[in-house]
């Protein structure tokens, strides 16, 4: 299967509820990583897993994290949302022999009310 | 912390114009310069400039990259309808494999 594949598409959560995002990466990709993009916004770096380890980590509190799986799969996982979660996040695959091999998913809009 | 910046913030011009879309960037560690097309959700890779003064082209569109003054332009001639939508610049950063978005040019191009 080719493509980076997201799930869900839409998700309306309420403050201080949890969230999973998955992600499939693209076939070949060994590394993933994860961006928020808030209206208006480009997109901001999360982090990224290599090899199922995290590899990297942007400005995001700890209630963000993470997991990689041995088919090189992705979640991100949110605790205790707040409002300014609201945003699409956007996950995307990418192999280290391919610099400018980024292939990102349609991405999932997160609305928290 | 690497910063990227991209003017102008939206642009609105008319089917058959000429647009060039701007980018500057203050990295510590640069790498490459690469532009995005972003029309719905999913960003699309346009570009990758490395080596200043070399014009990357792909059709209408085509980038470059000025390392000495720290910046890049996308331009885009006869523009049509379909190229409707948000341009991103981002700096990769290589060993962290780390993208740095710009905010984005946000383009209309009417009929």
């Known amino acids: 299967e080719t493509g980076v594949t997201q799930s869900p598409t839409h998700l309306i959560k309420t403050r201080g509820q949890q969230v999973t995002l998955r992600c499939s990466s693209q076939s070949g990709h060994n590394t993933v990583s994860w961006y928020q993009q808030a209206l208006g916004q480009g997109p901001q770096f999360i982090f990224q897993y290599y090899r199922e380890e995290e590899n990297g980590r942007g400005n995001f509190p700890p209630r963000f994290s993470g997991l990689q799986f041995p088919n090189y799969s992705s979640e991100l996982n949110v605790n205790a949302l707040e409002l300014d979660d609201s945003a699409l996040y956007l996950c995307?695959?990418?192999?280290?022999?391919?610099?400018?091999?980024?292939?990102f998913g349609s991405g999932t809009r997160l609305t928290i009310v | 912390e690497d910063k990227v910046v991209q003017s102008p913030l939206s642009l609105v011009v008319h089917e058959g114009d000429t647009v060039t879309l701007n980018c500057s960037y203050e990295?510590?560690?640069?790498?490459?310069l690469l532009w995005y097309k972003q029309e719905k959700k999913a960003p699309t890779f346009l570009f990758m400039l490395?080596?200043?003064?070399i014009e990357k082209k792909s059709g209408r569109l085509s980038s470059i990259l000025d390392k000495k003054e720290l910046f890049s332009i996308l331009n885009i001639t006869a523009t049509q309808t379909g190229d409707s939508a948000i341009y991103l610049c981002v700096h990769f950063t290589g060993s962290a494999r780390q993208l740095t978005f710009g905010s984005g040019t946000q383009l209309t191009v009417l009929p």
């Open positions: 990295v510590t560690n640069f790498r490459s």
């Open positions: 490395t080596s200043s003064g």
């Open positions: 995307a695959s990418s192999s280290p022999t391919e610099p400018s091999g980024y292939t």
